[in-house]
């Protein structure tokens, strides 16, 4: 199992803090879903725990290693990055994405390639390039290229935001299923998403963690109405929780 532990986080651009002296531990397995108002820090950290962007001081953990002391390669088998935006440097066909994936891992699972093909429906587009895809459509191909090399670490930036509903769901599912083998770490728009599918919830606001809990014991705390500045009414269903803003708090 890898756990992902990070310490002291402080970012910082400008006169802007994003990231205050933040420190989270992560183990693994297990699903998390990040949440918090826009302008947090959630996809900072998510960045910083990428090794795609440095801090100012602080570190993370990978394991018992050092993220900065690991190898490009090493990083990219161990650590599975689904940024909110991508575009990219060359019009590639989904084909070709997901192959540039699975060079990534270690060693190419056996059947990887056509498994990721099948479970984010991506037959009908296998031969589409980038720029003649939609929304939704670049968001299925980018999981299946992060996932076709089934990462010990997942860290998905807010992925079924493009989605249509259905893939939504399935999308989220999907990532918050692979927290009983591996560590998925999920941007959650979506609050209802995010306290349905996910085990442990953390908060972020201000470039702070300001709540970490499992996701039935936060459902009821007022600190969720105190951060997005909304009074929360709490329905119980057959599926779970939904938060419903009924007015500013």
């Known amino acids: 199992m890898t756990d992902l532990v990070a310490r002291n986080l402080v970012v910082k651009r400008g006169n802007a803090t994003l990231l205050d002296d933040l420190s989270l531990s992560l183990s693994s397995p297990g699903a998390v879903a990040l949440i918090g108002p826009n302008g947090a820090g959630k996809s900072t950290l998510l960045r910083v725990l990428a090794g795609i962007e440095a801090p100012l001081s602080g570190a993370v953990q990978v394991g018992d290693r050092r993220l900065a002391t ?22 590639l066909t989904v084909a070709d994405l997901v192959r540039l994936g699975a060079e990534r891992g270690a060693q190419r699972r056996s059947g990887a390639i056509e498994s990721a093909r099948e479970m ?10 980038w720029s003649t895809l939609s929304g939704g459509e670049r968001a299925r191909a980018l999981l299946a290229m992060v996932l076709v090399v089934d990462p010990p670490i997942l860290l998905a930036d807010e992925p079924a935001a493009a989605l249509d509903i259905r893939h939504r769901l399935d999308v989220i599912r999907t990532l918050s299923h692979r927290g009983g083998e591996r560590l998925s770490i999920v941007v959650v728009h979506d609050l209802d998403l995010a306290f349905r599918f996910f085990d442990r919830v953390v908060v972020v606001d201000r470039g702070r963690i300001v709540a970490d809990a499992p996701a039935e014991a936060l459902i009821a705390d007022p600190l969720l109405d105190q951060v997005f500045a909304v009074r929360f009414e709490r329905l119980k269903t057959a599926d779970g929780w939904l938060l419903r803003a009924a007015s500013r708090a």
Not at 120 to 129: A, K, Q, S
């Open 120 to 129: 984010f429906e991506l037959t009908p587009l296998w031969r589409r390039r």
């Open 70 to 91: 690991l190898s490009q390669a090493v990083r990219a088998a161990t650590i599975g990055y689904l940024p909110q935006y991508f575009d990219p440097h060359w019009d």
